[in-house]
């Protein structure tokens, strides 16, 4: 897919002409489209020449390889009329963008938001390992190829963009210069707040990707005990468009995000702003966000019996989940009031002009 900018058409009215190449993008859900989104937005509204090209839609139908070669030649296409490729990811899009850009020799650089052949290698390999874990321990084929590939996509990228410094050090793990990175908090659009309605249930809200490391199994088998003590609650989890997650953040009483795995959450900033008390692991990049019992309060990743306290602490104390819901609202104003999209553009006008 290609978004705004016809193909056929030259740039004519931007400061850059950028190329976003990205694998997934709205209606899909999770940290990489929604970055991309957002990030189309406020460079368009720049008055930057904008086009966004999606692997799974451009990729749909194809097998595998078929859909990285035909992905590649819409990249490559584009690129010509392009100053710079942003990419958000390593392998289905990233692959393809980094011959695209040799053979164009027009410079990419890389989002991070996670290690995808960690993520590919549970859900599709078996891997158990959690990412720290993975890292340091050897696989078979399969994986160790994708692991070269990665790695050698992001070490020919101009720089390399992660949003936190856990991802950051991941990124110097598979092998790129410290100095070749660039950490960039995401910063949200906070959710649109309206008039409170009143709530005859307690809602307890957890979003984010039906993947393994989010944890949200834990959280369905926790809640027969949740309800003995709470017969009004009721969980709500698992990937929403947009608009119902803002209707959840609005309704819910507590915000739940159990997981293994983190590089930089969209959601938990997305709950703080909505004042929502916050119950979270210390996972990867929620060390950089979260403080306990101060934005928020922290149980171990599946650990039933420290989520049951938790949850029970913060419905039974009113108190608390005041000073975690003002504290957390201050936290993401810090984060709200950084430059994202200009730190961002500083990096893609410092790779243009390498």
């Given amino acids: ?133 993975f890292l340091d321990k050897k696989y078979g084929f399969k994986i160790e190829l994708m692991r070269k590939l990665q790695a050698h996509v992001a070490k020919r990228a101009a720089k390399v963009i992660a949003p936190s410094k856990y991802l950051a050090s991941i990124c110097e793990k598979w092998g790129v210069p410290k100095e070749n990175v660039s950490v960039i908090y995401n910063t949200i659009l906070p959710p649109q707040q309206s008039v409170p309605e009143k709530k005859d249930e307690i809602i307890l809200f957890s979003a984010g990707r039906e993947v393994p490391w989010k944890g949200f199994q834990m959280l369905r088998e926790i809640m027969p005990a949740i309800q003995k003590k709470f017969p009004k609650a009721r969980l709500i989890a698992g990937a929403f468009p947009k608009e119902e997650m803002n209707l959840w953040y609005q309704k819910a009483a507590l915000y739940l995000h159990n997981t293994a795995y983190e590089g930089f959450s969209h959601q938990i900033l997305e709950a703080m702003s909505a004042g929502l008390p916050i119950i979270t692991t210390l996972a990867g990049g929620n060390k950089e966000i979260v403080e306990n019992r101060k934005n928020a309060l922290v149980a171990g990743y599946n650990d039933k019996e420290a989520w049951i306290r938790a949850i029970s602490e913060l419905l039974q104390n009113p108190e608390l989940q005041n000073t975690l819901s003002m504290n957390a609202k201050n936290t993401a104003q810090k984060f709200m009031n950084k430059d994202m999209v200009g730190e961002t553009l500083e990096v893609l006008e410092k790779a243009y002009a390498k």
């Fill in 1 to 133: 897919m290609v978004a705004d900018c016809p193909e056929d058409e030259e740039y004519i009215y931007g400061i850059m002409r950028i190329l976003i190449a990205t694998g997934i993008y709205p209606p899909d859900v999770g940290g990489p489209a929604t970055y991309a989104k957002f990030i189309f937005d406020e460079f368009s509204k720049l008055g930057h020449g904008v086009n966004v090209l999606v692997y799974t839609r451009v990729a749909k139908g194809f097998p595998k390889g078929i859909s990285h070669f035909v992905y590649f030649w819409k990249v490559l296409k584009l690129a010509r009329k392009s100053d710079v490729i942003l990419t958000t990811d390593t392998i289905s899009a990233g692959l393809p963008v980094h011959f695209a850009s040799w053979i164009s020799r027009k410079p990419y650089v890389l989002k991070i938001g996670g290690d995808y052949v960690w993520e590919q290698g549970v859900q599709r390999w078996g891997v158990k390992e959690l990412l720290d874990g």
